[in-house]
C-alpha cells in the first residue's frame, strides 16, 4: 500500500506539475499580449501627441492665413472698382466707336455724292 501510495503521490504531483506549467504558459502567453497591447498604446499616444501638434501648427498657420487675407480684402475691393470701371469705360469706348463708324460713313457718302459743288471763287452752289 506503500508503494500505492508512493505513485498516488508522484501521479499527483506530476498532474499539477503539468497543470501548473499549463496555467503559467496560459498566463505568459497573457502577459505577452498585455505587453504587446501596452507598447502599442505607448505608440498611438505618441502619433496623438504628434497629430496634437501637427493641428496646433496648422491652426495657427490658418489663423496666419485669415489675417493675411483680411489685408487683402482692400485690394480685392479696388481691383473691383478697376474692373467696374474698365467695363465702363469699355461701355463708353463702344459707343464712341459706333459713332465714328457712322461719321465715317457719312464722310464717305459726301465724298461719293457731294450734295454741293464748288465754284472757282470758292461759293457754293446745291444742286
Same mark, same amino acid.
Given at each position: 500500500?506503500?508503494? /500505492?501510495? !508512493? !505513485?498516488?503521490?508522484? &501521479?499527483? =504531483?506530476?498532474? *499539477?506539475? &503539468?497543470?501548473? /506549467? #499549463?496555467?503559467?504558459?496560459?498566463? =505568459? %502567453?497573457?502577459?505577452?499580449?498585455?505587453?504587446?497591447?501596452?507598447?502599442?498604446?505607448?505608440r498611438? $499616444?505618441?502619433e496623438?501627441?504628434?497629430?496634437? !501638434?501637427?493641428? $496646433?501648427g496648422?491652426?495657427?498657420?490658418a489663423? =496666419? #492665413?485669415?489675417?493675411? &487675407? %483680411? %489685408?487683402?480684402?482692400? *485690394?480685392? %475691393?479696388?481691383?473691383? $472698382? @478697376?474692373?467696374k470701371?474698365?467695363?465702363e *469705360?469699355? +461701355?463708353? @469706348?463702344?459707343?464712341?466707336?459706333?459713332?465714328v /463708324?457712322?461719321?465715317? /460713313?457719312? @464722310?464717305r +457718302?459726301?465724298?461719293r455724292?457731294?450734295?454741293?459743288?464748288?465754284? &472757282?471763287?470758292?461759293?457754293?452752289?446745291?444742286d
Amino acid at each position: 500500500m506503500a508503494d /500505492s501510495r !508512493d !505513485d498516488l503521490a508522484e &501521479s499527483l =504531483q506530476n498532474l *499539477f506539475t &503539468s497543470v501548473s /506549467s #499549463m496555467v503559467k504558459s496560459e498566463l =505568459q %502567453g497573457t502577459n505577452n499580449h498585455l505587453d504587446l497591447l501596452e507598447k502599442m498604446n505607448l505608440r498611438v $499616444a505618441s502619433e496623438y501627441d504628434d497629430m496634437g !501638434d501637427v493641428a $496646433a501648427g496648422l491652426r495657427v498657420f490658418a489663423e =496666419q #492665413m485669415k489675417s493675411k &487675407s %483680411g %489685408g487683402l480684402d482692400e *485690394f480685392v %475691393g479696388q481691383m473691383d $472698382a @478697376i474692373e467696374k470701371q474698365v467695363s465702363e *469705360f469699355e +461701355a463708353v @469706348i463702344s459707343v464712341l466707336d459706333r459713332y465714328v /463708324s457712322v461719321l465715317e /460713313s457719312k @464722310i464717305r +457718302a459726301e465724298y461719293r455724292h457731294p450734295h454741293h459743288q464748288r465754284r &472757282s471763287n470758292d461759293s457754293v452752289v446745291t444742286d
